[in-house]
Structures are given as C-alpha cells and as structure tokens.
DNA sequence: ACCCCGATCGTA
DNA sequence: ACGATCGGGGTT
C-alpha cells in the first residue's frame, strides 16, 4: 500500500516539494487523483509569494509548519489551493494547478480554480493538516514522471523564476 | 473608510 | 484581448 505522505515530506526545499509532487495521489474525500502540475512560492524574497510582505490574517498558516493546506479565494469567485513547505517561520507553499481526476471518474483538472471548483475546495479548507487528516492528504506513488519548468501563471513579479513544474506528455 | 488589484477562467 | 466579481490589505 503507498503510505501518505507526512511532515517531513514537506518539511524540505520547497522547489524540492513541489517537483516530487507530481505524480503523487492527492485525496479528498471520495476524489483522488495524480498531481500534474505545480508551482513553488518562496518566503519574503519573492515578490509573486503571498507571504512576501509579512504575515497577514489569510497567509498566516505558510508560517506555520509544513503539511497545512493554505486556502485563498481570489478573483471574486476561485479558491485556490496550496500546500505549506519548511520549517515553521519560513513561509512558503507549493500550488496545486493540475490533477488528473481517477476516482470517482476520469478527469483532467487543469487550472487552480476549476480543481478547487470541482472538489468542492473552499476557505473552509484552510489550515487543513494534511499529514493527519483522514480525509484530506496526499499518498505516495511509483510515479516519477518527467516534468518541465516554465515562468509562474499569472504573476506580474518574479516571471523571471521558473518555478512551475509540468508532467510531460 | 476607501480603493486598488489579484497565484483565474470563459468568452470574444 | 477582456470582463466578471469581491475579499484582502495597504493607505488615508
């Protein structure tokens, strides 16, 4: 059986995390699928990270220790949804932007919005310790999937990084 | 109290 | 290329 993945998994660099997290089954609830695309946000020296300008009431969970959900609503109507990495103090946290549906049906989620609208992922969800909870976490898989690195989805500051991660294929 | 703008997405 | 839509956060 593939064990979840705990703390220590996300308790690393998170350029690290984030490119190890492809391929990888997320589960919520009764839906799970393969984590297909990333992107990495990195403490107070990048200027796209929500947590670059100190710790506000919405981004105090990427302060927190690694394993938390971070929730944000953005736009007026998505959620998006991400999962802190490092130590306690050092904000930062790796975006879900893909996942390929297998249970209850086939599907490819592609865009942070539309997963989040299509799991039901709200700010309810927030702060979510995914290392313990029996309903929301991410298991490991025999997957190591060739992925490329591409510029950040619409950012305006920190293009220049690429720190977003893509299954091949 | 106010105002600007955003880690998006669907339509044009 | 652009509008929808509204909460968050910095500024007054």
């Not at 998170?14 to 089954?25: E, F, R």
């Not at 589960?27 to 393969?34: D, E, I, M, R, S």
């Not at 998006?80 to 249970?103: D, H, K, Q, W, Y």
Request: aromatic share 12%.
């Amino acid at each position: 059986m593939a064990e979840v993945l705990n703390r220590a998994f996300f308790d690393r660099s998170t350029l690290t995390v984030a490119q190890q997290l492809l391929g990888k089954i997320m589960v919520f609830g009764n839906a799970a699928g393969l984590i297909t695309e990333t992107e990495a946000y990195i403490g107070q020296d990048d200027p796209a990270c929500h947590a670059a300008r100190g710790k506000t009431p919405r981004n105090a969970v990427m302060f927190g220790p690694a394993g938390f959900t971070y929730v944000y609503f953005i736009y007026g109507m998505y959620h998006c949804l991400n999962f802190v990495t490092e130590g306690e103090g050092s904000p930062a946290a790796v975006l879900i932007r893909g996942l390929m549906l297998i249970e209850p049906s086939s599907l490819h989620l592609t865009g942070p919005g539309k997963l989040c609208r299509h799991l039901g992922i709200t700010r309810d969800h927030n702060g979510i310790d995914i290392a313990t909870s029996p309903f929301f976490y991410v298991k490991d898989s025999p997957f190591s999937p060739d992925f490329e690195a591409t510029p950040r989805i619409g950012i305006t500051k920190g293009q220049e990084k690429l720190w977003r991660f893509v299954v091949r294929g």
